[in-house]
């Protein structure tokens, strides 16, 4: 964390975000918790985001009135 600046606290909660979001496995051994990312979810979120900068891309140029 020394290399980001970011507590103790701060990598919990968004730690905690991502295994409620099915995008990390908690590995317990022994004294430690190890964390794993779930391929089948990051790439899900990768279809997701492609598909909506793909929306982004088609509507850039259009407006609408506020």
Same mark, same amino acid.
């Given at each position: 964390?020394?290399?980001?600046?970011?507590?103790?606290?701060?990598?919990?909660?968004?730690?905690?975000?991502?295994?409620?979001?099915?995008?990390?496995? +908690?590995?317990? *051994?022994? &004294?430690? /918790?190890?964390?794993?990312?779930? $391929?089948?979810?990051?790439?899900?979120?990768?279809?997701?985001?492609?598909? +909506?900068?793909? *929306?982004? &891309?088609? /509507?850039?140029?259009?407006?609408? $009135?506020?």
């Amino acid at each position: 964390m020394t290399d980001t600046g970011a507590t103790q606290a701060n990598v919990s909660n968004h730690l905690r975000v991502l295994r409620r979001a099915g995008m990390i496995v +908690l590995e317990p *051994r022994g &004294r430690y /918790t190890y964390y794993r990312l779930v $391929p089948e979810t990051l790439e899900g979120a990768a279809r997701q985001l492609t598909d +909506l900068a793909a *929306r982004a &891309r088609a /509507t850039a140029a259009t407006s609408r $009135p506020c």
